[in-house]
């Protein structure tokens, strides 16, 4: 089993910064690509960061320049900096991590439960 745990959430006022955390854990062989997405009040869940073993990131558009994502491949984890937030920013964070699981070599899209970010003054 892989678990994914996601830490850091809160609520913060505009401009300010949050960082949020993510460990995955369990019978992890290696962790490919990880990343952190986003699903705000009736809107589709949209991608935020990513970032491959190699260290390579993508963001949002929304997000450049404001976020920046980081990973420890020794630790298995992934964090993610928001600065400058916006009440757009609003929404719960879901961390995901692409497992290749140790007893099946096989490749597997894992998911934490998410954790509520809220930019409000």
């Known amino acids: 089993q892989v678990h994914v745990v996601e830490s850091g959430g809160g609520l913060v006022q505009p401009g300010g910064s949050l960082r949020l955390s993510c460990a995955a854990s369990?019978?992890?062989?290696?962790?490919?690509?990880m990343g952190w997405y986003r699903r705000a009040p009736g809107k589709p869940r949209e991608m935020v960061a990513q970032?491959?073993?190699?260290?390579?990131?993508t963001y949002a558009d929304s997000v450049k320049g404001r976020f920046t994502i980081s990973r420890d491949n020794a630790k298995n984890t992934v964090s993610l900096q928001m600065n400058s937030l916006k009440p757009e920013d609003t929404a719960v964070y879901y961390c995901?991590?692409?497992?290749?699981?140790?007893?099946?070599?096989?490749?597997?899209?894992?998911w934490g439960q998410g954790t509520q970010v809220t930019v409000s003054s």
């Open positions: 369990g019978s992890i062989f290696s962790i490919d690509g």
């Open positions: 995901n991590a692409e497992v290749v699981v140790t007893t099946t070599r096989n490749l597997e899209d894992h």
């Open positions: 970032i491959t073993n190699g260290g390579l990131t």
